[in-house]
């Protein structure tokens, strides 16, 4: 099971670090996705690393203004988010990679219970 922290109130321009811990011993082993999801909107991709911090990914909207890291001995995989927008405002998910292709939620599991992010304008 996951957990999502860091959420918050932030005015256009900040930034926020958002976390995401696992327990157990086999967090290193998993490639990690962040989500987010707006209100009465779909659960999107926002950022994707793997196992050995080698391989990273992100959604267009949020190229060069975010970047996702991980520290597999402190099991966390972390997401700092810079530049934020109004836009940005969603409930951030970071969930485990299990099968397929990233840009889809379904292929993704062990979801937290999210984190709220609110960009004011």
């Known amino acids: 099971q996951l957990v999502e922290s860091g959420g918050g109130l932030v005015q256009a321009g900040g930034s926020l670090r958002l976390s995401c811990t696992a327990s157990g011993r086999t967090f290193s082993m998993y490639n990690i996705g962040w989500f987010r999801q707006a209100p009465g909107k779909e659960r999107a991709l926002v950022a994707v690393i793997n196992w050995s911090a080698e391989s990273t990914y992100y959604a267009d909207s949020v190229k060069g203004r975010f970047t996702i890291s991980r520290d597999n001995a402190k099991n966390t995989v972390y997401l700092q988010m810079d530049s934020l927008k109004p836009e940005d405002t969603a409930v951030y998910y970071c969930?485990?990679?299990?099968?397929?292709?990233?840009?889809?939620?379904?292929?993704?599991?062990?979801w937290g219970q999210g984190t709220q992010v609110t960009v004011s304008s």
């Open positions: 969930g485990r990679h299990y099968t397929g292709t990233y840009s889809y939620p379904e292929n993704f599991g062990s």
